[in-house]
């Protein structure tokens, strides 16, 4: 008995001095940023990243989004060191090698959805002085429940204490929630103003942005006291994220094809806004919808097949991952002819085909010889995988008809409320 608890008593003495050491280091890093919210979050971790860059602090920084980034002090990348399955205490090895490297500044975009694990992040791991919260959207209702009310204490999890909270939610409900945590945590919070960005600032980046998330980065530059002109410059040098989708047009098989990633948009407001933005600019081209279902997202398969079956024009329905016997049933239910329902996923004999065999499949289902494919709802399926890497090369695979790209920020919530950059013109390629 007393051998059991003199090492109950060791073990309790030796986790107090890890949590007291990793304290210490922690306190030896000037700037902890922890940014949060629903869409955005990846490219605001990079624009304040290089707003510390141009300060000349030493500064790292993460990304969580389509795929997980370290960005290091000369903004080069790679991806993030994992060893299997993505894991919240990933953040306390990548801290300390920051720190390792003499950060005087880390960026991390908060890893987690359920709101005691973003908690844990923030007060055990991050201890972040300056957290950003986005904006509160509709998204991960099996975890933050289904009103913007229950998500934004969600968020606000991640609200530091003594600090500042800088947001771009323009809902004065929100904000008020928001405003609520932080007086109870004795923190600041600064709401970012969009209309302080110009169109002609805004002009200068050379793929699709928002004001919104210019607006939160240029706060952190007046906290750490770097003028407004070099950190504009800072942003615009700053890379996309890899969860920008290219919209591309080519020639294949004989057919015009045009191809929109919109796998990392994963909420009912931004899909319909982006898409009606995209169909818009490929008026008599037959809509193909790809729902690229993930097991650990069923929330969202009866409210995108809902989508695209009863509020959202389709011609045609793709199938990727799991779920694709529901979404048949959910579509038959809302009266759409199941004859227009390709399923390639998991329940397919065709799950194992590769990237240009999917591809294929699709166009020889369609008459038409002009095809706008519309890629949706998750990133990550075996089938969308493959056919994404081998899309990705279509310089290399296809007869190029004037292949444009433009690079567009998906991780954001309306399409029409931002910019496409100078270096492309959508409209050019069709009319």
């Known amino acids: 008995m007393i051998i059991v608890a003199a090492t109950t008593l060791l073990f309790l003495i030796f986790v107090l001095l890890q949590n007291y050491s990793y304290s210490l280091l922690l306190r030896g890093v000037p700037y902890r940023v922890h940014v949060n919210g629903i869409r955005g979050k990846s490219s605001v971790t990079r624009y304040i990243a290089a707003i510390f860059r141009k300060a000349d602090f030493i500064t790292y920084a993460k990304t969580t989004g389509t795929q997980a980034r370290i960005i290091d002090n000369e903004g080069n990348e790679s991806e993030a060191p994992r060893n299997g399955s993505p894991n919240v205490n990933e953040q ?3 801290i300390k090698d920051f720190i390792s490297k003499g950060a005087k500044s880390i960026v991390l975009e908060c890893m987690a959805i359920n709101p005691l694990y973003q908690e844990w992040l923030e007060n055990k791991v991050i201890k972040s002085n300056i957290s950003v919260i986005t904006n509160v959207r509709t998204d991960h209702t ?3 429940g289904d009103t913007l009310e229950s998500i934004a204490k969600s ?3 991640t609200i530091p204490t003594n600090g500042i909270l800088i947001t771009g939610e323009e809902n004065p409900d929100i904000i008020n929630i928001l405003k ?3 007086e109870k945590n004795n923190t600041r919070m600064i709401v970012a ?3 302080t960005v110009s169109d002609e600032e805004l002009n200068n980046f050379d793929y699709y942005t928002h004001k919104e998330n210019i607006a939160i980065a240029l706060e952190v530059a007046k906290i750490i006291g770097l003028e407004r002109s070099k950190a504009m410059e800072s942003m615009f040098n700053a890379n996309p994220d890899p969860g920008n989708f290219k919209i591309k047009s080519i020639m294949y098989k004989n057919k015009n094809i045009a191809w929109a990633n919109l796998f990392a948009i994963n909420d009912k407001e931004s899909f319909i806004n982006v898409t ?13 919808i790809i729902l690229n279902n993930r097991f650990d997202r069923p929330s969202r398969v009866k409210l995108f097949t809902d989508i695209v079956t009863k509020e959202h024009p389709v011609n045609k329905i793709v199938t990727f991952g ?3 016997e529901a979404v048949n049933k959910y579509a038959k239910n809302n009266g759409f002819n199941l004859n227009y329902v390709l399923n390639l996923g998991n329940s397919s004999r065709k799950k194992l085909i590769e990237g240009e065999e999917l591809f294929d ?3 020889e289902s369609i008459k038409q010889k002009n095809i706008l494919f519309v890629g949706a709802i998750n990133t990550h399926t075996e089938q969308a995988d493959r056919l994404l890497e081998w899309m990705s090369n279509f310089d290399n695979n296809l007869q190029k008809l004037e292949t444009k790209e433009a690079l567009v920020n998906t991780s954001n919530n309306n399409l029409s409320s931002g910019k496409i950059g100078k270096n492309f013109n959508l409209r050019g390629t069709h009319e």
């Open 361 to 363: 499949a699709i166009i």
């Open 180 to 182: 609520n945590k932080c």
């Open 142 to 144: 099996d975890y933050m």
């Open 193 to 195: 103003d969009k209309s």
């Open 155 to 157: 968020l606000a999890t």
């Open 92 to 94: 306390i090895t990548i």
């Open 276 to 288: 009606k933005e995209i169909y818009s600019l490929y008026p008599k081209y037959t809509k193909v």
């Open 322 to 324: 799991d779920f694709e």
